[in-house]
């Protein structure tokens, strides 16, 4: 009994913790990230101050919280993205997935733009597999850029102004193709056009991770710098054989 009473107060936990969440999600999107008081959340949530405090310390807490909570909510749509073997397919399906993802949810897209970006980028989790795709481009010689933070801000910034074009009606129904094209197009990539109008259901998505996967890994292209530091390493290995 003592158990199931447990178990019970853990979840009423877990949906009073949600809906705080839930709340804050249509008060940031309708006020930003620095206007908001805890008023604001525990008007819209229903709760009282103490219940506030009894899972959140502060209003930026919460704002992490949010900014963790879209990520989430996004995982599983993007986990059929991850499989896809080129990074350039990664990164142009998602910036194309979050602009539909605006379009359909409003409330989505206005947190993302007005405060996910702010508290926790995308999340530990999406920033991560950013970073990896644009190391990954790089490598392979998909992106011919800047430095890799260079491609990452380019990439980000891009794909909230496109989101935000999309949120305030100024945007038209290929929008999210054509900014994709043109970040691929900024990162170097030959067939940016191609690349950013493939076809984006569940479906089609799949198939092209599964025939990336069963293709042999291409060898890592390197770069410039990278071929002179390797010269540079072997010159030196002789010098010292050499004394």
């Known amino acids: 009994m003592t ?7 853990e979840r009423r936990r877990a ?10 999600l249509r008060v940031f999107a309708r ?13 819209e949530a229903g709760v009282a101050r103490g219940t ?14 949010v900014a963790v909570a879209v990520a989430q909510r996004l995982a ?5 993205v991850r499989r896809l073997a080129d990074p350039a397919e990664r990164v142009g399906c998602t910036m194309r997935m979050y602009m539909h993802k605006a379009a359909e949810d409003p409330v989505f897209g206005w947190v993302i733009v007005r405060i996910a970006l702010v508290a926790a980028p995308l999340g530990p989790a999406m920033r991560a597999d950013l970073a990896a ?15 890799p933070q260079a491609a990452q801000d380019m990439i980000l910034g891009t794909a909230v102004m496109g989101m935000r074009s999309v949120l305030r009606g100024e945007a038209g129904p290929d929008h999210a193709e054509a900014v994709a094209r043109m970040a691929l197009t900024a990162l170097g990539v030959r067939n940016a056009a191609a690349v950013a109008r ?5 479906q089609s998505l799949a198939a092209r991770a599964e025939r990336g996967a069963a293709k042999p890994r291409a060898p890592v292209r390197k770069t410039a710098a990278g071929k002179a530091a390797a010269v540079g390493r072997a010159g030196g290995k002789r010098g010292k054989n050499s004394v």
């Open 3 to 9: 158990l199931l009473r447990a178990e019970i107060g």
């Open 15 to 24: 949906r009073t913790r949600e809906r705080l969440i839930d709340a804050a």
């Open 31 to 43: 006020l930003g990230p620095d206007t908001p008081s805890i008023d604001d959340f525990i008007v």
């Open 52 to 65: 506030f405090y009894n899972y959140f310390d502060t209003v930026e807490d919460l704002r992490v919280a």
């Open 76 to 80: 599983a749509d993007m986990a059929v």
């Open 133 to 147: 795709d644009v190391k990954a481009g790089l490598a392979h010689g998909r992106f011919r850029c800047g430095t």
């Open 198 to 202: 493939m076809k984006m259901d569940r």
